[in-house]
């Protein structure tokens, strides 16, 4: 059994590169539908907290959830294996020196917004995924919006996921060669684009920060009365 | 000659007497500059001053002085081979300075492409990468006809552009992890475009990537540094390519 192919994902700098890139949209899109499943929150208690019962009644999303742990670790390793040896062999002692247009804030940044990431990550399973959820999700959530504290460290993580995306996603077609001169600069758009739309979870827990759904649960008491 | 128009600069420039010894920058005033020198010749007339004074000259790389040998890569002023976009430093002229100016002159600062002395630096890395597949394999014998194998206007035209890499380094230089991947992905793309280098593309993926890795050199973060400062302007597409080719290889080829 030749295994070479295999080993070269690893052993060779592009093979680590394809990777992260193939993980990386892997997670995008993860996000993307999360963002979808956030987005019930406004189709009231019921929806939303049927949606997570179906979620947590179907026998595959543990196996999912296994699955997705396991991208979420191939995306770190292959980070954090690139970056250091980016680290060992990065042109260093320049006394001076200007970069020449092609960084951008979130390429520049992309390794420190991988760890305000992680570290929101972890808050975020701390808080969500391995507490007590007898007061249904709902309640749990959208108690959660109504906190200052909570509402701010998740507006930064989402904001980390934008600056991160901003580079990462044009960066993961590259990586896996897909250029053209034609659909380059669609991919670059695109990217920003799914980068922006990651600011909905921002905007969604700032909603309810601001009591946005009691004006309009008021509204419709009102009508009703 | 009317020299109403010359003026005098200082350049700090890198010292360094050997591959293992200290560096440091050091200062140097050049009087009496022409705005239409080049900056090597300004270089040399600093260095002509040095020796008439007994020092030793600054080591400097040139060869052609017309841009297309990729020898003479310097940092001024913290950019990979000066202020003007896509030129090489021999390229560069004194006009783009002015009286009075302080030049900090450097080598590229590259881990694997160690100082030889002072602005020289040894960049075999990069020969090394070309001679594990930068060729196509031809028997000798007869010159065949230029027009037995059809080549695509287009595709002969990129090969052309990526052909145009003259091996610099400068996209080493400037690359934030030093990665070489511009050069690489231009080396193997100037033979994977034409169908004279088609039959062995898959194995000179392969290999040129790993001579590549073995060079010590950083992955490609994909920012583009690279693009902005090739005095060749080779495209990134390059590295896509490379990428592609690779992965290609790595999946269908028997290798």
């Given amino acids: 059994m030749n295994i070479t192919f295999i080993r070269r994902l690893i052993s060779a700098s592009i093979g680590r590169k394809v990777l992260m890139a193939v993980s990386g949209l892997a997670l995008g899109l993860f996000m993307l539908v999360h963002l979808a499943e956030n987005l019930l929150l406004f189709k009231g208690e019921m929806a939303y907290n049927d949606w997570v019962d179906f979620l947590l009644s179907n026998p595959l999303t543990p196996f999912f959830e296994v699955g997705l742990l396991g991208i979420f670790i191939i995306h770190i390793v292959m980070g954090v294996w690139v970056r250091v040896e980016d680290f060992i062999n990065a042109p260093r002692g320049y006394e001076a020196r200007k970069w020449q247009g092609g960084r951008t804030i979130g390429s520049a940044t992309q390794l420190y917004t991988a760890a305000a990431i992680l570290a929101y990550l972890t808050y975020h399973m701390l808080t969500f995924r391995f507490v007590n959820h007898d007061m249904g999700f709902y309640q749990m959530v959208t108690s959660a919006f109504r906190n200052n504290f909570f509402v701010a460290i998740y507006v930064g993580g989402a904001l980390a996921v934008v600056l991160h995306l901003s580079h990462g996603m044009q960066s993961a077609f590259q990586t896996l060669g897909v250029s053209h001169p034609k659909y380059t600069p669609f991919i670059k758009l695109g990217g920003w684009l799914v980068a922006l739309t990651m600011m909905g979870f921002a905007f969604i827990s700032v909603y309810y920060l601001f009591g946005l759904d009691l004006g309009a649960a008021a509204v419709e008491m009102t009508v009703v009365q | ?255």
């Fill in chain 2, 1 to 255: 000659m009317n020299n109403s128009k010359h003026f005098n600069v200082t350049i700090r420039v890198w010292r360094q007497s050997g591959p293992d010894e200290q560096g440091r920058m050091v200062p140097y005033e050049v009087k009496d500059i022409s705005p239409d020198m080049s900056f090597l010749e300004m270089i040399d007339v600093l260095n002509e001053n040095l020796i008439k004074k007994n020092e030793q000259p600054i080591t400097v790389e040139s060869d052609c002085r017309e841009g297309i040998c990729g020898c003479c890569g310097l940092v001024v002023n913290g950019e990979v081979h000066g202020p003007d976009e896509h030129s090489t430093v021999c390229q560069l002229h004194m006009r783009r300075f002015k009286d009075g100016d302080i030049i900090t002159v450097e080598p590229w600062r590259v881990r694997s492409f160690p100082i030889i002395k002072d602005l020289a630096v040894d960049r075999s890395a990069l020969d090394r990468i070309i001679q594990a597949g930068g060729y196509i394999s031809v028997n000798t014998g007869a010159a065949p006809d230029a027009n037995s194998i059809p080549v695509n206007k287009d595709n002969a035209e990129e090969a052309m552009d990526s052909a145009a890499c003259i091996g610099c380094g400068a996209c080493v230089a400037a690359c934030p992890n030093g990665a070489a991947m511009l050069f690489t992905g231009a080396k193997i793309s100037q033979l994977a475009l034409l169908p004279q280098g088609e039959p062995e593309k898959q194995t000179r993926a392969l290999n040129m990537v790993a001579a590549m890795d073995c060079e010590k050199f950083g992955n490609c973060s994909n920012e583009y540094e690279c693009e902005a400062v090739c005095p060749k302007d080779i495209k990134v597409s390059n590295i896509a390519r490379m990428n592609r080719e690779f992965m290609l290889a790595n999946l269908f080829s028997k290798h």
